[in-house]
C-alpha cells in the first residue's frame, strides 16, 4: 500500500520568510496530492492540492510542486505570518478509485514575530 | 463549500458502555466516507473505508466488532465504539468524498474520553 513521508516534523521560521515542506510517496498509481492545515482540536482543512498531471500550482502565498519521476512533492508557503503556525499534513491517494488519503506524518509550523 | 459535520464534538463515557458517532455531509452526496483515528501530536491514521449501502473495509489492526460503522445513506456514516474503554479514547475524524467533485472534506472530529 501507499506509503507517504514528510519532512521536517518541525519547522520553525521567522515571519516574512519563507517556508518549505517534502513528501515523499511510494505508489507510482497515487495521482492525488492534497495539503491539510489542521489547527489544535480541530479537523484537518484543505489548503491546496494537486494532480498528477500538474507540476506546480499557486494560491496567493501558498504553492505546490509535484515531481511524479522522483515521487516527491513539496508545499511553499511565502511570507509566513504567525497564524500559519500549525501542523501541516500531506496526503497521497488515487484519485479516480476514491481510495483514502494516506497522510504523511505532519510538520509542525512555528512562525515567530 | 462543502461541508461535513461531526457530532459529538466531545464525549466522555464510561468503561464498557458504547458510544455513537455521527459523520454527516451537509450539502454534498457521499457514496464513500473515511473514519480517521488521530492520537495527540501524530498523524491520521485510516481505520475503515465506509461505503453507502455496503459493509466497511476496515484497516489491518483496527478490530471491525469493536469499531462498528454504518453508512445507510448518502449523506450519513456513523462510528460506534463497542464496549469502549480507556485507550480508546481519542480524536476520532471522519471525511467524505464529494460524489460529483470527487474531492474529499473533513468533519471537525470528535474527542472521545473514556473513563
Known amino acids: 500500500g501507499e506509503n507517504v513521508e514528510q519532512h521536517p516534523s518541525t519547522l520553525s521560521v521567522q515571519e516574512g520568510d519563507s517556508a518549505v515542506i517534502k513528501c515523499t510517496y511510494s505508489?507510482?498509481?497515487?495521482?492525488?496530492f492534497p495539503w491539510y492545515k489542521q489547527e489544535l482540536g480541530k479537523g484537518p482543512q484543505l489548503i491546496i492540492d494537486?494532480?498528477?498531471?500538474?507540476g506546480e500550482k499557486k494560491d496567493q502565498r501558498i504553492a505546490v510542486t509535484l515531481n511524479k519521476t522522483a515521487k516527491h512533492f513539496s508545499l511553499h508557503i511565502t511570507e509566513t505570518q504567525p497564524e500559519d503556525s500549525a501542523v501541516y499534513f500531506c496526503?497521497?491517494?488515487?484519485?479516480?478509485?476514491?481510495?483514502?488519503?494516506?497522510f504523511g506524518k505532519g510538520t509542525t509550523l512555528s512562525v515567530s514575530s | 463549500g462543502a461541508v461535513v459535520s461531526q457530532h459529538p464534538s466531545r464525549v466522555i463515557c464510561k468503561s464498557g458502555t458504547s458510544v455513537k458517532i455521527e459523520c454527516r455531509s451537509l450539502?454534498?452526496?457521499?457514496?464513500?466516507m473515511f473514519w480517521y483515528r488521530q492520537f495527540p501530536k501524530q498523524s491520521l491514521m485510516l481505520m475503515a473505508t465506509?461505503?453507502?449501502?455496503?459493509?466497511?473495509?476496515?484497516e489491518q489492526g483496527v478490530e471491525k466488532d469493536k469499531f462498528l460503522i454504518n453508512h445507510a445513506s448518502l449523506t450519513l456514516s456513523t462510528l460506534t465504539v463497542t464496549s469502549a474503554h480507556p485507550e480508546d479514547s481519542s480524536f476520532y475524524i471522519c471525511?467524505?468524498?464529494?460524489?460529483?467533485?470527487?474531492?474529499?472534506?473533513f468533519g471537525e472530529g470528535s474527542w472521545l474520553t473514556v473513563v
Open positions: 471525511s467524505a468524498k464529494h460524489n460529483l467533485w470527487n474531492t474529499i472534506y
Open positions: 505508489d507510482s498509481a497515487s495521482n492525488y
Open positions: 494537486i494532480r498528477s498531471n500538474v
Open positions: 496526503a497521497a491517494s488515487i484519485r479516480q478509485a476514491g481510495t483514502a488519503l494516506i
Open positions: 450539502d454534498f452526496q457521499a457514496t464513500t
Open positions: 465506509s461505503n453507502e449501502g455496503s459493509k466497511a473495509t476496515y
